[in-house]
């Protein structure tokens, strides 16, 4: 054995924090980047989480040799690139590796306005929408959408929605038409306008919503075959009413076997 792998879903594990790792064995770190706290996990567009991935690493830095992250999707690129750059340097410094992030991937750009947008984003993260059409609500955080029925939804509130969405629309005419195209710049804009419009409309999405969730299903490539990943667009609705109906009607045909 040369390595072991470790991580969990949220914290550090206490245990290789608090023993010393067995003398010539490396401690890789597996970050989970990619699923939490959001369903669908990129359902939403870019899920940028600086503040709780530069905490999570100060934990293990000193006893990880490196990581090996994984990738769920292509939202979380820029999850990616953090903890790349965690790797490199071996500290839990996020400024430079945000920074050359914006101007690689968006040309040149405010990196004082842009890193507010994305902490914003990270204190509205949260949002989870899954079609559960009969489902029986046993907590006041769950409600059923009204624009997209048997859509159970979170109770959200959001800060600086606008806020950050001005910024993003600042930042929008300032780059190179190459960086506004760019499916990377897309998935932040969009998630950054999904965050604001839903926060306008008591968290229910209108047509305006229904149009960008279907250009991130366009971006991912989604199909509408990957529940976990896949927008909640009416598209997917119906696919997914199709998809349960006809595994109750296999299901039952298995009983009457």
């Given at each position: 054995?040369?390595?072991?792998?470790?991580?969990?879903?949220?914290?550090?594990?206490?245990f290789p924090l608090n023993n010393r790792k067995p003398e010539g064995i490396k401690?890789?770190?597996?970050?989970?980047?990619?699923?939490?706290?959001?369903?669908?996990?990129?359902?939403?567009?870019?899920?940028?989480?600086?503040?709780?991935?530069?905490?999570?690493?100060?934990?293990?830095?000193?006893?990880?040799?490196?990581?090996?992250?994984?990738?769920?999707?292509?939202?979380?690129?820029?999850?990616?690139?953090?903890?790349?750059?965690?790797?490199?340097?071996?500290?839990?410094?996020?400024?430079?590796?945000?920074?050359?992030?914006?101007?690689?991937?968006?040309?040149?750009?405010?990196?004082?306005?842009?890193?507010?947008?994305?902490?914003?984003?990270?204190?509205?993260?949260?949002?989870?929408?899954?079609?559960?059409?009969?489902?029986?609500?046993?907590?006041?955080?769950?409600?059923?959408?009204?624009?997209?029925?048997?859509?159970?939804?979170?109770?959200?509130?959001?800060?600086?929605?606008?806020?950050?969405?001005?910024?993003?629309?600042?930042?929008?005419?300032?780059?190179?038409?190459?960086?506004?195209?760019?499916?990377?710049?897309?998935?932040?804009?969009?998630?950054?306008?999904?965050?604001?419009?839903?926060?306008?409309?008591?968290?229910?999405?209108?047509?305006?919503?229904?149009?960008?969730?279907?250009?991130?299903?366009?971006?991912?490539?989604?199909?509408?075959?990957?529940?976990?990943?896949?927008?909640?667009?009416?598209?997917?609705?119906?696919?997914?009413?199709?998809?349960?109906?006809?595994?109750?009607?296999?299901?039952?045909?298995?009983?009457?076997?």
């Open positions: 054995m040369k390595y072991i792998c470790v991580d969990s879903h949220n914290e550090f594990p206490e401690l890789i770190n597996f970050p989970e980047i990619s699923m939490w706290g959001m369903f669908p996990w990129g359902g939403f567009g870019a899920n940028p989480l600086p503040e709780r991935f530069r905490r999570l690493w100060k934990q293990a830095s000193d006893i990880c040799d490196g990581g090996f992250p994984y990738s769920e999707g292509i939202y979380e690129d820029f999850n990616k690139a953090l903890y790349a750059g965690f790797y490199w340097n071996g500290d839990n410094e996020i400024s430079e590796t945000m920074r050359e992030y914006f101007n690689y991937e968006f040309g040149s750009c405010d990196y004082d306005d842009l890193s507010k947008a994305i902490d914003i984003m990270e204190q509205n993260h949260g949002l989870y929408w899954q079609y559960k059409p009969g489902e029986k609500i046993t907590r006041k955080s769950l409600r059923f959408l009204k624009n997209k029925p048997g859509i159970l939804s979170t109770v959200k509130e959001y800060k600086n929605a606008r806020a950050c969405f001005d910024i993003l629309q600042a930042v929008d005419k300032k780059i190179p038409e190459w960086a506004e195209k760019s499916w990377r710049w897309r998935i932040l804009y969009l998630r950054g306008e999904i965050d604001m419009l839903l926060d306008e409309n008591n968290g229910e999405p209108d047509q305006k919503c229904e149009s960008i969730l279907k250009e991130l299903a366009g971006i991912y490539h989604a199909n509408n075959k990957m529940y976990r990943i896949n927008p909640v667009t009416d598209e997917f609705i119906a696919a997914e009413k199709k998809r349960m109906e006809t595994e109750k009607q296999k299901n039952s045909e298995i009983l009457e076997i």
